[in-house]
């Protein structure tokens, strides 16, 4: 079975820099998508980054594209987003997923939850002013 877990969340100031974790357990990381959503109270599930881990493609959303880097390490099966210059419309709890179906280019893949999709619990980034 699948197991997400995240990590690294803060409660940061706007200009300040994180970096999130996620151990990935159960799951075989060879040539396997995977990526980070967030979702601000009250709003949508936003995708910001996904990575294959083949190493053929990164995705980033507009709103973060330039400031966050995903990337991973296979001997640690961990998945990464190091995220730079945060606002504050980055606060959110943020999710790792192991993606298996939606679209990539275009996030539709957020619009398909688990248990298609694999999300972990999440983390909390909160960025202040």
């Known amino acids: 079975q699948v197991h997400l877990m995240e990590s690294g969340g803060d409660s940061v100031q706007a200009g300040g820099n994180l970096t999130l974790s996620c151990v990935v357990s159960g799951y075989d990381l060879r040539r396997k998508v995977m990526g980070w959503l967030r979702q601000a109270p009250g709003k949508e599930r936003e995708g910001v980054a996904v990575?294959?881990?083949?190493?053929?493609?990164?995705t980033y959303s507009d709103s973060v594209k330039g400031r966050f880097t995903i990337s991973f390490d296979n001997a640690k099966n961990t998945i990464f987003l190091q995220m730079n210059n945060l606002k504050p419309e980055d606060t959110a709890m943020y999710y790792c997923a192991a993606i298996r179906v939606g679209e990539i280019g275009n996030m539709g893949w957020v619009r398909t939850p688990p248990p298609a999709n694999v999300w972990g619990q999440g983390t909390l980034v909160t960025i202040s002013s």
């Open positions: 990575i294959y881990t083949d190493g053929t493609a990164l």
